[in-house]
Structure formats: structure tokens, C-alpha cells
């Protein structure tokens, strides 16, 4: 790299060299990051879910999950410096469908219990 002085007439000049090194180091990088994430196989981190999600799109239960993650059942995932598994949202799906599981995920108890209230007109004597 060149350390020259610059005039305030070559300062517009100077910018737009700057400008068009900027764009293709930004290119340059950019190009980079794919390459890496194709050479390691990583999908994009919204792909990525955490415990709780798989729990909810499996309808089991964080031990299950984690047990079954562990005997290599479920792939899993552990980014470095982390101790949280990480699951790919489409592997989970693809192993639901190769175990015969539904692909919509458990109803939450909540939603359950307002389409149960919904039904509900008054309460029974016996209950006031």
C-alpha cells in the first residue's frame, strides 16, 4: 500500500479508487463465506433450531430428544465454544417422515384448552 500524501484535489479521485477496492474486497469476502459454509457442509443459521423447537416439531420431550440425539437417532449439532445442541430443522422433518410420525407438530396445551373453553357455554351447577 502506497503512503502518499493526497491533495484536496485528488480527494475525490482517491474516494472512488477507495470505493471500487471497498466493493471488491466486500465481493471478495462474501464469496468466501459461501465457499467455507458449502465446505462444511453448513446450512444457514435459520435452518439451525435450538432444543425447545425440536421438542415442539417431534412432540416429545427434551430427555427423549436429548437421549436420542445422543445415541445418534436424531442428528445433532454442537457449535464450537457451545454446549447447546442444534438441530436441522429438515433433518427432524425427514426423520418424523422415515418413523411414520406426523409432520404437523404437537398441539401446546394451551391451544387445546381454548378450543375446549371455546365449547364451553356455562359452567355446571356442581362445579359453581
Known amino acids: 500500500m502506497e503512503n ?5 484535489e485528488d480527494l475525490p479521485l ?5 470505493q471500487g477496492e471497498v466493493k471488491a474486497l ?3 469476502v462474501e464469496q468466501l463465506v459461501v465457499e467455507i459454509k458449502s465446505s462444511k457442509g453448513m446450512d444457514t ?3 439451525m433450531i435450538g432444543i425447545e423447537e425440536a421438542c415442539r416439531i417431534l412432540g416429545l420431550k427434551k430427555p427423549t430428544v436429548y437421549h436420542k440425539a445422543q445415541k445418534r ?5 454442537k ?3 457451545t454446549k447447546k445442541l442444534m438441530f436441522k430443522r429438515s ?3 425427514e426423520w418424523q417422515e422415515s418413523k411414520g410420525m406426523s409432520k404437523e407438530p404437537a398441539p401446546d396445551v394451551e391451544a387445546i384448552l381454548a378450543t375446549l373453553q371455546k365449547g364451553v357455554r356455562h359452567m355446571p351447577g356442581s362445579i359453581k
Request: proline share 4%; charged share 30%; no cysteine.
Open 73 to 77: 437417532e436424531i442428528k445433532s449439532y
Open 79 to 81: 457449535p464450537e465454544g
Open 14 to 18: 482517491a474516494t472512488s479508487a477507495l
Open 4 to 8: 502518499r500524501t493526497i491533495s484536496f
Open 45 to 47: 443459521m435459520e435452518d
Open 91 to 93: 433433518e427432524l422433518y
Open 26 to 28: 466486500r465481493s471478495a
